[in-house]
């Protein structure tokens, strides 16, 4: 019943005319042979696998969920799984952005990003078999050993096995300095591991013949908390030294989760029963390496939400243009009907323009930060990759939470868009917001990416990333200033952008006096800043649409109305969030932990 | 794992503190007799029996379902339900409110709405069985002949039959004007009635020896549109002449619905097959008697999303204590643990106590409502009668959609307290989730709320019952005006009463202009209203507080904190609100249809 386009127009905007992506692109070495006909065939490719293989198992996959033998510990996904994995390899797929070195296509993060948008509109529980390998391939190619590199990396990119990330145990997640999960030496360079690992996404499966664990563990000698984490890359199946399969390592899936939704994802509790390992990088550095993995699958998950937001954005629409119901109140609109298609009524085209406009506005933000990765990675200038470093540091955690919180609102409006029929299941629509509420959640719940930016992004250094967003805005508003057509939008953002900086401050030395302040004020700090972000690039979209709304082609007229949708009803949120920020900590400490 | 205690000491606060309710009772023939020890123990009684009976068949009954012989149509209720039913049969329940003419208690509406807070918090599911019945009983009360009357209350009454509402039709459920049911009258005061029924709660299960279905549709002389629909009473099994069942009526299951929530509840698919009915009122008027049932059911909606806000607040409290993970960021609380228990941190405070406060304050309002009901039924004073079905008809869409969008927000808080264990569907949470989120779909969206509040209620009588709440909190920032300890609650409680009444004038003065100005701003509009009722109500139950707070009692302390949380975090959302409110329609009408 339903229905995705890949939003290729709309991808294509942010990278060729807002983001001139290639013409920055030719200077780097790595991409210089990069343009935009390649870019955008690979992701209209792309795009049809994400329509065509995927999107249709996503219904199915929900309802069937995974399966796991019991004796033999091995884990099926739901029918159609492995055949789409399959033709994702054969597509070579995996390798789209990964080092030519272990044969990859060295194309752009950029295009990867897009790429796994649409993956996630089509299927978010499918494209975590896929996107959790990402994780284990940075992580590997980071601090792997020479060996490790060329045992792992080259099967990595070939999509022939996958990865994992197992960090969190029954009694920590957030808090990985208690885990206790040990890894003891054997003196041939391999350790034995032993303990208990949850919330394992595609802990184990069916789609690929070897699944790599990248497992945290405690050393014998390690000093307690976080800082006595070592990293241990954990095979399904041991490798010998030819990269053929060897026996069955002792990690095995000991129960599947019954969860809220992604169901067609297995996230399984993982028993390592002195299971065969090698370190990556230093030991007790474990956490350090582990980041490599957490900051790619951090934006991972905004991709996640942005691809839900789309999807339930499009068949909103497409419900709401067909269902007729109720006259409009300003007279009726289709005459020849008994009722009018509900679009006509203000509200739910409140709700669907929220979508539309936290997909677009979510869009711009997500190229624009793969941008950033691929200057990072790739500029020759080392002013321009620490910059770019920098700046992907301050928007990794606004990409997470802003863009899942975003993705929740987006998807419970769409459904909202379906009165009854969106509780049920037949439409889809409940399914995109069972599966929206994980992000929130995992990689980090979005508190901790609030405390994430605030405390360490923010305020640790003393506001110097900021300043350097802060820097490219202003930058904008005085170029733009003088542009009477743009006041409208140019205005509020520059207004933000000082309400911000006066925010921080505030609570900056408030938090000096106590430091529960941060705690106090991150979470809905976080949002402004998203706010913030959004109200640039929404700007910066309107004054590309301005140009161009003359040219007849109605794309732009749309862009432009949503940004004004954007201005006049969803940024305002921030004169709330300020107020609430700035009201502190002290009515939340208030109350002794007795009288909850 | 789930636990549930009955907050039988926040509603005797409410009941007997806050609004005296047995002083005003006593002025009630009907009520005369009630004392506050009477009701204390009838709710005690009321909550044993939701917590120890139906409370444990939640989680079970979710994960079974219902399940549908398509043979026979017969619909089983999940284990345990029926006993349960039973049970309450046996405990008088369904009894409580109901007219002693036909066999029923005729205690106040206030203990029945308390009732039903508590069983909605152990099953909102399960509680959908009895609650149906409540609104058919309702509408035969008010409409029904003397025979119907005769026929069906004593046996609804008794909850040996259940009742349900079949209004909604597949291409219909806002706009029943568009419904095509229809009753051939067959010359013996009888009717045939043919069609089909969608979403009907409750419509088909083994609890009960019948159902009583309240069903709308047309006569063949019907004028078109919502003028021309009748109301019918069509029961499962007819019933003879002597009260015992008869043949069985051409009225069944022909499929049950998949949902994302309130599994428990058979939301039935009704075909009518020439299936025996009588009118039900007056021909063609049937929409007004409906009417009867809608509103007691919005307001039982509300009751749902109470539950739900309560029961997941205590199950995240408890979480939240027991739960270690992190050190307090102003240093180390629980130093003999390796963590903090995390309801040290701020955030995880602000999720308990947003949770918290809405709870408390639907409960104020939610009893404050039913108690106005009984002013309107019962009192001897016809002045007051009146005035207390103004309050009501213009607080029933508040509490319809106030309730439910922050049931929403809170049990998502609650669940996102829990991190990853939220999400998994062991310890609860999830479920309260989902099943809060049909509330805001049933019974009239919550768009279609606002637009009775906005439309019907303010602006249709030039404000007049939305002036006579307005003098209600007038009256009380007066009086307290001059006490210095109220001046944090009265300032903005007073503050926000103003920009209520200009708001109203602006959307009134721009909707003369362009009616879809209403549809544009309804949605904020009620949540600024929802905020100016809790913002009365917690003034109000600070005052309360204030004054006892010495006592030594700790419930006033955490009163009188959670009054200044509201007033601090939650009530500053009206700042945003009332701006995008007077951002008007424009930004959401500019975009054509085809745009989208």
Chains 1, 2 share one sequence.
Not at 444 to 463: F, Y
Not at 474 to 482: K, R
Not at 574 to 583: D, K, V, Y
Request: aromatic letters at 8%; charged letters at 20%; proline letters at 4%.
């Amino acid at each position: 019943m339903a229905q995705y386009t890949p939003p290729l127009r709309d991808m294509q905007f942010v990278m060729h005319e807002l983001l001139n992506v290639v013409d920055a692109l030719k200077q780097m070495p790595a991409h210089a042979e990069v343009d935009a006909d390649t870019i955008n065939a690979v992701l209209e490719e792309g795009g049809k696998f994400a329509a065509e293989v995927i999107f249709p198992l996503n219904q199915t996959g929900d309802e069937e969920g995974c399966k796991l033998d019991k004796t033999t510990h091995e884990v099926t996904a739901p029918k159609g799984f492995k055949e789409a994995y399959q033709k994702y390899v054969e597509g070579g797929w995996p390798a789209l952005s990964t080092d030519p070195e272990y044969g990859g296509q060295g194309l752009p993060i950029t295009v990867n990003q897009c790429f796994y948008e649409m993956l996630n509109s089509a299927n978010q529980a499918w494209t975590m078999y896929p996107g959790l390998s990402h994780g284990a391939y940075e992580a590997l190619h980071a601090h792997g050993t020479p060996e490790q590199k060329a045992t792992y990396l080259p099967k990595l990119t070939a999509g022939q096995w996958t990865g994992t990330m197992c960090l969190t145990e029954p009694h920590c997640g957030t808090d990985l300095g208690l885990l206790r999960t040990k890894a003891e030496p054997q003196g041939d360079g391999t350790y034995k591991i032993t303990g208990q690992k949850i919330f394992i996404s595609a802990g184990e499966h069916d789609l690929a013949e070897n699944i790599i664990h990248l497992v945290l563990a405690r050393l014998p000698d390690a000093p307690q908390g976080s800082k006595g984490i070592s990293l241990f890359v954990v095979p399904k199946f041991v490798v010998n030294k030819d990269g053929s399969l060897g026996e069955r390592n002792k990690i095995y899936c000991g129960g599947l989760e019954h969860k809220m939704g992604i169901h067609g994802n297995a996230t399984a509790q993982m028993v390592l029963d002195g299971a065969v390992g090698t370190l990556v990088g230093e030991p007790h550095k474990g956490l350090q390496a582990m980041f490599v993995m957490m900051n790619a699958a951090r934006l991972g998950v905004g991709m996640q939400s942005l691809g839900l937001t789309e999807v339930a954005y499009q068949n909103a629409v497409a419900y709401a243009k067909d269902r007729i119901q109720m006259r409009s109140l300003s007279g009726a609109k289709a005459t020849d009907k008994p009722a009018d298609p509900i679009i006509v009524h203000p509200d739910v085209r409140k709700m669907l323009l929220t979508a539309r406009a936290y997909a677009e506005g979510g869009r711009a933000l997500a190229i624009w930060t793969a941008f950033q990765i691929d200057r990072e990675l790739s500029s020759t200038d080392e002013a321009e990759r620490k910059e770019a470093a920098d700046l992907v540091a301050l928007v990794t955690p606004i990409v997470k939470a802003f863009l899942t919180d975003n993705g929740w609102i987006a998807t419970s409006h769409c459904m909202q868009v379906f009165g009854g029929h969106g509780y049920i299941k037949e439409w889809g629509m409940e399914q995109y917001v069972r599966d929206a509420r994980i992000n929130m959640i995992y990689e980090g719940t979005n508190t901790i990416q609030s405390l994430d930016l605030l405390g360490r992004k923010v305020l640790a250094d003393n506001g110097a990333k900021l300043k350097k967003f802060g820097k490219i805005v202003q930058a904008f508003v005085e170029e733009e200033g003088v542009n009477e057509n743009m006041q409208e939008f140019i205005n509020p953002l520059a207004d933000l952008g000082d309400k911000v900086t006066k925010l921080t401050t505030e609570i900056g030395m408030k938090a000096f006096q106590n430091p529960d302040e941060v705690g106090g004020a991150a979470v809905d700090y976080l949002r402004v800043c998203g706010h913030l972000v959004f109200a640039y690039f929404w700007a910066r979209m309107a004054k590309v649409a301005l140009a161009k709304v003359d040219s007849g082609d109605p794309f732009y007229k749309a862009k432009l109305i949503t940004a004004r949708f954007y201005f006049a009803k969803l940024l305002p949120e921030t004169a709330s969030l300020i107020r609430t920020a700035r009201a502190g900590v002290k009515p939340l400490m208030e109350m002794d932990e007795a009288l909850f």
